[in-house]
Each structure stands twice: as C-alpha cells, then as structure tokens.
C-alpha cells in the first residue's frame, strides 16, 4: 500500500516495489504539490487518489528510472513484449536471461557499461560455463533418506524436484544443472561436495551462441532507450566474438541414393518423410505443418505455408513459417509426387482398418499410428539412430537433407535465385553464405567444361 508523508507545502507517495536480487526492498517516490486554494480535506481526497494512481503505475511497471537493474528491467521487457514474440522465441529468451542475469543482472542500467558485457562475453567463451552440464551425485541418496528418516515424497516437497526425478538420481542417473543445485540446497550440501559435473560441460561455448546472448541484451537496452531511461546503448560500443563459419554438412549423389535405397527398411511414414525432405529441401516443422489440402495433384505443386512447433509447457502447435518469404508453392518432381500419392493411399487404408481407434483431428500428411502429428524432435531422434544403425552410411542429421539438397542442385546447374526461392531463404545472399562451396565447385565445373570445349575444337580444327 502507498505510503503519504506531508513534506511542508507538498507531499511525498512512496510505493514498496518489492525486493531486488540482493534482498533489499524496492521503493519508488513521487511528489505531489496541491493546487492553491484547495481546502484540508480536498487535498487529503486528491493525495489518495495520486497515491492510489502511482501505486497501480508502479505495479504495471510503467514507473521505470535509470537506476533500475538489468534483471528488473528485463522482467519488465520480456512481460512487455509476450504477445508480440513466437511461442519458441519467447522460451528461447526464458532460456537465455538466466544466464544474462547473473553476470549483469545485479547493475544499474545507469552504470552498465561495454566493460561490463566485454567480460560477461569473455567469461562465456571459457570452460565451465554451460548450462547444460550433467551432474552425477557423489551420496547415496537412499542412504541419506534412510540415515534421516526422510520418505521420498519430502525430499522431493522440499527440493521442488519431481517424484520422476529423484528416482532417476536414486538411480545413479545424471541430472542437470537446476536439479543439482535444488537437491544441494534442500540438503545443505554444497554443490562441489554433493555432484561432480560429467560430459563436456567445460567446453566453451560457440561465438554464434555468444551472439545470441550479445543481441538479446541489444534488444533489451533498445528498448530501455526507447522508453527514455537511457540516452544510448552499451552494446552498440561493444564487440562479440566472431561466429565459426561451420560448413553445411551434406552427402553427395551417390551417397544420396544409397540413404533412398536403405529407407526401403523403414516404415511407411518415416520412409516418405525422409524422402520429401530429401526432395525438397524443406524444414523439419515445414514437412510436419503440413497438410493434404496442401498438396495440388493436378498441378503438382505444394504449397508451404506453417510449421509444426512442439514447446514442452505448450505441447504441439502450429506457428508462421521462419519468415514471410518462407511462405512459397514450390513445384514438386515426379517421384516426390507418386511419393504422397502413395502414401495418402496408404494412410487412408490404415485409418479405415483402424476405425475408431484414429483419433486425428486435423488430416495432417505425417501422422503417429492413431493420427496424430508427429513431434518434431521425436523424427530427428529416429533418423539419427536409423543412419547411427548404418555404419555404411555418413552420419548426417536430419537437417542435413536439406543442404544435401541445395548442394545437388547447385551441382545440377540450377540457378540460384531458383534454389534460393525453392529453400525459402530471405535472399540469395543467404543462399551464397551457406552454400558457397557448392557454389565453388559448380564453378569450377562450369570452366572445365568450357575448357573442354575450347580444347575440342581447336583439336577439331587441327585435325581438319
């Protein structure tokens, strides 16, 4: 509740904001100065009202200074700008601020400054600092609950971890970085004594990775300009490591025939998915998003037009397509189409045998056992242990079929505006930077080809 205090001829509003990350409690002020002529219980009246208007400003978060923290003001952005964000963008940015927040969190948006992000960027290019690091506990946890008389159910009351869970870390599993440190807490073990970290959890991360972090900051200070409580933005004077130019991992023709001819081992919706992706070069969540009403026989084309997200808090849904220009009617070869043309026979069949027991909603063209669509990660992990089954094949993910595509293409002589269009791409550009060695090579075969029929003729012509 707002607080009133009459300072002579004016009156101070204090509000009580809550607490910050140190523990310390929050408080904003504000000033009212009566109009002249107002009698004693008018001004008692209006200095309610003032108070009951800020402390509604103040709750909303629309009473912001420069001397606000990063973590406060970033609760407030990201709030702010909920609706306007993709569902995987905004659980991407949840992911991120953690992170962000225990470097920077802690300073004043007044007082943070290049230095400030220059170290924060150089703390996360060395070891040790990934979230994703995996713990394996020192104690026996069956022990410890034993020794304490503790069931189960109030260990997993008092570290906030579920049932699941501590059975998996009874079991000897290992558990990740927000697990570790809740059971540490709620047994007053530290966390050095109680886990020892596993796997590769010292590697340092990418600069690609750092930048993402360096732009949500940017978006965030942007913001804070925007609003008026900077003058300028630290990161626009700060610089990021550079991003590892990682060339697009693809098979070539030959080893793209083979994966066809062992996808004959497969069943019938993960065999047909592989293909088109393969035919295609469409994303993940483009092959899954779709739908029979996108597909036109007569013309043979199909139209790509939304994809198929899965967020572990939402479930499935569908969301636009990575940008406008990924929304595109590409042309569709012969086989790709005798491919759907087949499979919509297929699927068709298989839902009439089944009856009642299909429960899809939507006729989605990639579908479970029962009709529902598939989750997208679930594909990735099965062709990964498909191609990890076949040792006679490069490992490739599933990503990889659509720079597998691209590359033929470009080694076809298509042009690149055409592949450009056909992968979705912003622009060719896009199309250059990530395929620039398929763009090499069909250069270079272009000018073997020219010589060889600059040699052929002048041999023609010797021989005459």
Not at 25 to 44: L, V
Not at 205 to 215: A, D, E, N, P
Request: hydrophobic share 35%; net charge positive.
């Amino acid at each position: 509740m707002a607080m009133i205090e009459k300072r002579g001829k004016t009156y101070r509003i204090t509000v009580s904001c809550g607490y910050d990350m140190n523990g310390r409690q929050i408080r904003k002020t504000m000033t009212y100065k009566p109009e002249p002529g107002m009698t004693a219980k008018q001004i008692e009246k209006e200095a309610q009202r003032q108070a009951t208007l800020f402390e509604e400003r103040c709750l909303k978060g629309q009473v912001l200074d420069a001397n606000i923290r990063f973590a406060e003001f970033a609760e407030i952005w990201l709030k702010d700008r909920k609706n306007d964000l993709r569902p995987r963008t905004y659980a991407r940015y949840e992911t991120l601020l953690p992170r962000i927040n225990a470097a920077i969190g802690h300073i004043k948006l007044s007082r943070l400054q290049p230095t400030h992000l220059r170290a924060f960027y150089n703390n996360l290019s060395e070891g040790g600092v990934r979230l994703d690091t995996k713990y394996h506990c020192n104690i026996s946890v069956d022990d410890y609950l034993a020794e304490h008389r503790l069931s189960t159910a109030e260990l997993c009351r008092r570290s906030d971890i579920s049932n699941t869970t501590m059975i998996s870390i009874r079991k000897g599993n290992n558990v990740n970085q927000t697990n570790a440190l809740k059971l540490s807490e709620a047994l007053g073990i530290p966390l050095s004594e109680l886990f020892t970290p596993v796997g590769d959890g010292n590697k340092a991360l990418s600069g690609k990775t750092i930048q993402h972090y360096h732009r949500l900051i940017s978006v965030i200070l942007n913001t804070a300009v925007e609003w008026g409580i900077l003058f300028s933005n630290p990161c626009d004077r700060t610089k990021t490591p550079k991003a590892d130019e990682k060339e697009a991992k693809y098979i070539d023709e030959v080893q793209a025939e083979a994966l066809l001819r062992a996808l004959d081992e497969a069943d019938e919706t993960h065999r047909k998915l592989i293909r088109l992706l393969l035919f295609t070069g469409m994303r993940r969540g483009e092959a899954l998003g779709l739908k029979w009403s996108d597909v036109d026989f007569r013309k043979g084309t199909l139209n790509i037009c939304r994809t198929l997200q899965f967020l572990p808090d939402t479930g499935l849904f569908e969301d636009k397509t990575k940008n406008k220009s990924s929304e595109r009617t590409i042309k569709l070869s012969k086989i790709a189409l005798d491919d759907l043309r087949a499979h919509k026979a297929a699927q068709a069949e298989h839902r009439l045998s089944i009856g009642t027991y299909w429960i899809g909603e939507v006729d989605y063209i990639f579908t479970g056992p029962e009709g529902k669509p598939l989750k997208p990660d679930s594909v990735s992990s099965w062709f990964s242990r498909f191609m990890k089954a076949r040792p006679e094949l490069p490992f490739i993910t599933l990503h990889s079929l659509r720079h597998t595509n691209a590359t033929l293409q470009l080694a076809a002589g298509v042009p690149i505006t055409t592949v450009s269009k056909r992968l979705g791409h912003s622009n060719t550009a896009t199309t250059g930077r990530v395929y620039a060695h398929a763009i090499q090579s069909a250069d270079d075969n272009a000018a073997d080809k020219l010589d060889d029929l600059f040699s052929g003729k002048k041999n023609h012509s010797a021989a005459g």
